[in-house]
T-cell receptor, first 114, second 114 residues
Framework: DTAVSQTPKYLVTQMGNDKSIKCEQNLGHDTMYWYKQDSKKFLKIMFSYNNKELIINETVPNRFSPKSPDKAHLNLHINSLELGDSAVYFC?????????????FGEGSRLTVL | DAKTTQPNSMESNEEEPVHLPCNHS???????IHWYRQLPSQGPEYVIHGLTSNVNNRMASLAIAEDRKSSTLILHRATLRDAAVYYC???????????????FGQGTILTVHP
C-alpha cells in the first residue's frame, strides 16, 4: 500500500482553467503538507494542515486553496491557472505538528500549464 | 529559518564510502538535523536525522560535530541507486513556531560511477 498517494500524477491544462490535486495518506498522521518544486528544482513549502486545521500558509497566492476534509486527506485546488504554476507538487505527511520525525512524501503531481 | 550550506555536487565510485558534508553554523539548540534525498522523478525520501549524537540506520550514518555547526552524512558503500540529490535540513523541535516544517536548500547532487 502506498503511504502517501497523489492524483493525478500528470496534469496538462490551459491557462485560466481551474484544477485540483488530491492527496491521501494511510499512515494515521495528523499533519500534512503541500510543497512545490519549480523548474530549478527548489522545493518550497506552501501549506500545512494539522488535524484539518491550517497551520502554515507561506504567502501563496489566494488562487491556491487547500482543503482538508479529514486528517487523512489534503487536496489542493488552483483557480485561474497561470504559466508560472507549472511545477511538480508534492504532498507529505508527518506524525504531528510538533513532530521532529520524518516526513513521508508522495510521488508528486506534475502540472503543466500551456 | 536556520540555513544550511552544502556542496553543489559530489562524485563517488560504486561500493566506496561517501561523505556528504553540511554546514549549519547558525543552528539553534532546538533544531534537529535532517537528511533527505530525492531520486530522479521521485518525491523526497527520508534518510536520517539527529540532534547531538551520531546516528546510524540501515541507510546511512550521521556524524554531528561537537559544536553542532556541521554534520556529515555517510553512505558506507555507495550503489548506483544512491545517485540522487541529498538535502541537509534543520527542523525545529516541538513547540517551535515553524511547526516542524522542512525548508529545503539546493542540496548536493551525488553522482555514483560504476
Amino acid at each position: 500500500d502506498t503511504a502517501v498517494s497523489q492524483t493525478p500524477k500528470y496534469l496538462v491544462t490551459q491557462m485560466g482553467n481551474d484544477k485540483s490535486i488530491k492527496c491521501e495518506q494511510n499512515l494515521g498522521h495528523d499533519t500534512m503538507y503541500w510543497y512545490k518544486q519549480d523548474s530549478k528544482k527548489f522545493l518550497k513549502i506552501m501549506f500545512s494542515y494539522n488535524n484539518k486545521e491550517l497551520i502554515i500558509n507561506e504567502t501563496v497566492p489566494n488562487r491556491f486553496s487547500p482543503k482538508s476534509p479529514d486528517k487523512a486527506h489534503l487536496n489542493l485546488h488552483i483557480n485561474s491557472l497561470e504559466l508560472g504554476d507549472s511545477a511538480v507538487y508534492f504532498c507529505a505527511s508527518t506524525r504531528g505538528q510538533g513532530s521532529t520525525g520524518e516526513l513521508f512524501f508522495g510521488e508528486g503531481s506534475r502540472l503543466t500549464v500551456l | 529559518d536556520a540555513k544550511t550550506t552544502q556542496p553543489n555536487s559530489m562524485e563517488s565510485n560504486e561500493e566506496e564510502p561517501v561523505h556528504l558534508p553540511c554546514n549549519h553554523s547558525t543552528i539553534s539548540g532546538t533544531d534537529y538535523i535532517h537528511w533527505y534525498r530525492q531520486l530522479p522523478s521521485q518525491g523526497p525520501e527520508y534518510v536520517i536525522h539527529g540532534l547531538t549524537s551520531n546516528v546510524n540506520n540501515r541507510m546511512a550514518s550521521l556524524a554531528i560535530a561537537e559544536d553542532r555547526k556541521s554534520s556529515t552524512l555517510i553512505l558506507h558503500r555507495a550503489t548506483l541507486r544512491d545517485a540522487a540529490v541529498y538535502y541537509c535540513i534543520l527542523r525545529e523541535r516541538t513547540g517551535g513556531t515553524s511547526y516542524g516544517k522542512l525548508t529545503f536548500g539546493q542540496g548536493t547532487i551525488l553522482t555514483v560511477h560504476p
